[in-house]
Nanobody, 126 residues
Framework: QVQLVESGGGLVQPGGSLRLSCAASGSTISTYSMAWFRQAPGKDREFVSS???????SYLNTVKGRFTVSRDNGKNTVYLQMNSLKPEDTAVYYC????????????????????WGQGTQVTVSS
């Protein structure tokens, strides 16, 4: 059982940066595939980024080059560094943990993940 708590969201102007954190407890994240999803008002939840147990990363095309996912297994925390933020990045961002054996092609699917945080709001607006 893993408990996930996101933090770091807030209001930022277009072009600004935020770093989201996902702190895990109850189990070590080193054995899990970790991911970030987001959900904007009136829209379905969408995949943003993932990082495998081995460190391999994947990104939604529209955030490539702007967002960077990382993990610190010693701190049991996953991060999402978001730069050059745009109004269309506005959403509630969720951290998720899934099987460490999950194949890359499954990491885009939210049904791959067993554990979810409560979400943190990111608002990009001038």
């Amino acid at each position: 059982q893993v408990q996930l708590v996101e933090s770091g969201g807030g209001l930022v102007q277009p072009g600004g940066s935020l770093r989201l954190s996902c702190a895990a407890s109850g189990s070590t994240i080193s054995t899990y595939s970790m991911a970030w999803f987001r959900q904007a008002p009136g829209k379905d939840r969408e995949f943003v980024s993932s990082i495998k147990r081995t460190g391999g990363t994947s990104y939604l095309n529209t955030v490539k080059g702007r967002f960077t996912v990382s993990r610190d297994n010693g701190k049991n925390t996953v991060y999402l560094q978001m730069n050059s933020l745009k109004p269309e990045d506005t959403a509630v961002y969720y951290c998720a943990a899934g099987p460490g054996s999950a194949i890359t092609s499954s990491l885009w699917n939210d049904r791959t993940y067993d554990y979810w945080g409560q979400g943190t709001q990111v608002t990009v607006s001038s």
